[in-house]
C-alpha cells in the first residue's frame, strides 16, 4: 500500500491587504449578486472575472422554474467572457454570496460543476486562474483552480 497526500494553499486577506486589482474584483463580485435572479433559493451569487486584456466581466446566478436549469453566477460570467474574448486568458475570478441580508462571513466555494468549468479554463489558455473567495471575514485566495479541485479530469485524460 502506497499513500499520499495532496494539500493546497490558501491565503485570507483583509480588505486592506488586497491589491487594488483584487479589491476591484471583490466589489464587482459583490455588486454583481444584485443582478441574481435567484426567487427559489434566495441566494444571491456574483462573480466578477478580470481578462489578461484588463476587461472585467461580471455574472450573477440566473434561476428557473424548473431548478435545474439554473446557472450559477461563475459559469455566467465564464461562458459570456469566453465567447466574448476567446482569445484571452481569464487571471482571476471573484465570488461573493449574499443571502438573508447581508454577506456571509465565511465564503462560499464554487460548486463541483463550476470548478471543472474554471479547470478547463486553465487548461484551454495554459494559465492558472486565480480564484477569490469572499467573505467578510476575509477574502480567501487561491493561485490555481487546481488548488480547488484535486484528480482533475481534463481533455487530455480523454486520451489515455
Ligand atoms: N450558486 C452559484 O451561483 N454558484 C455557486 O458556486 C454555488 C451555487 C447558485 C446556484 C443556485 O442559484 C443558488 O446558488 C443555490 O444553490
Redesign the pocket.
Known amino acids: 500500500m502506497e499513500r499520499y497526500k495532496i494539500s493546497s494553499e490558501v491565503c485570507i486577506y483583509q480588505d486592506h491587504e488586497l491589491t487594488a486589482e483584487d479589491r476591484e474584483l471583490v466589489e464587482l463580485a459583490k455588486k454583481a449578486t444584485e443582478q441574481?435572479y435567484?426567487p427559489?433559493?434566495c441566494?444571491?451569487?456574483g462573480?466578477a472575472l478580470r481578462l489578461r486584456n484588463g476587461i472585467i466581466v461580471t455574472g450573477?446566478?440566473?434561476?428557473n422554474a424548473s431548478y435545474p436549469l439554473?446557472?450559477?453566477?461563475?459559469?455566467?460570467a465564464i461562458f459570456h467572457a469566453q465567447h466574448q474574448y476567446p482569445d484571452q486568458p481569464i487571471e482571476s475570478i471573484a465570488?461573493a454570496?449574499f443571502a438573508n441580508g447581508h454577506f456571509y462571513p465565511e465564503p462560499?466555494?464554487?460548486?463541483g460543476a463550476?470548478r471543472q468549468v474554471m479547470l478547463e479554463v486553465e487548461d484551454r489558455y495554459g494559465e492558472p486562474v486565480r480564484v477569490l473567495l469572499h467573505g467578510t471575514g476575509g477574502t480567501h485566495i487561491v493561485e490555481t483552480v487546481k488548488a480547488l479541485m484535486p484528480f482533475q479530469f481534463i481533455g487530455d485524460s480523454l486520451k489515455k
Open positions: 441574481s435567484s427559489y433559493s441566494f444571491r451569487v462573480a450573477s446566478n440566473q434561476e439554473g446557472m450559477c453566477a461563475e459559469r455566467t465570488i454570496a462560499i466555494s464554487p460548486c463550476c
